[in-house]
């Protein structure tokens, strides 16, 4: 389904992938039992856009599963050094060796939480924000972050995630579908 019938649409009018995301993925919740490794890769593409935008991220996103083994947790968290080598070596991905490695660590976070019985899940739902009562008119009105993506972020450095400041937090939040920032008049209902 395309929005552009009325003419609007939040972000990524006139890119077809862009498009897309925003219509189908951007802000629509994983599911009642949300799937561990889809966050994991959420994740670790919001980190991996930290400094870039979004759409370069997207444009890579097969890569990065190629790169990263679909995100599986398990698999990320056995990398090495040599893997770190490789992925720098990949021109399909962003090839930042600190947001890397912090990949492959969150990767070894995310199953050390899983040993402890607990979920990445339970962790963002933990920081859920009341739902908004009326949209944002712009994006000059949605935060970059807040109270509760700053608790994010701080919880999920203590649990040994690194890359997931405030703002990393809170696009990822935005992403999962935490919070609703479509602005006023998109169609997109959550």
């Not at 009642?32 to 959420?42: I, K, M, P, Q």
């Not at 968290?77 to 969150?106: C, H, M, S």
């Not at 935060?143 to 999920?156: G, H």
Request: charged share 25%.
């Amino acid at each position: 389904m395309s929005w552009a019938v009325n003419g609007f649409r939040c972000f990524g009018t006139g890119d077809p992938l862009y498009e897309a995301y925003h219509d189908h993925e951007w802000g629509v919740p994983p599911g009642s039992s949300a799937d561990e490794r889809e966050l994991f890769e959420r994740l670790s593409l919001e980190a991996f856009q930290s400094g870039l935008s979004w759409i370069t991220i997207l444009r890579k996103r097969e890569a990065f599963r190629a790169a990263f083994g679909g995100f599986d947790p398990a698999v990320v968290a056995g990398f090495d050094q040599d893997d770190v080598q490789r992925l720098l070596g990949d021109p399909g991905i962003v090839r930042n060796r600190l947001k890397i490695e912090a990949t492959i660590g969150n990767a070894r976070a995310l199953l050390a939480l899983h040993e402890r019985g607990e979920r990445l899940a339970d962790v963002f739902d933990a920081h859920r924000p009341e739902p908004r009562v009326v949209r944002p008119v712009s994006f000059a009105e949605v935060p970059a972050s807040t109270v509760q993506s700053a608790a994010l972020a701080k919880q999920l450095k203590r649990l040994g995630f690194r890359f997931v400041g405030p703002t990393t937090a809170y696009a990822a939040m935005q992403a999962l579908g935490y919070v609703d920032d479509h602005l006023a008049g998109c169609p997109v209902v959550l």
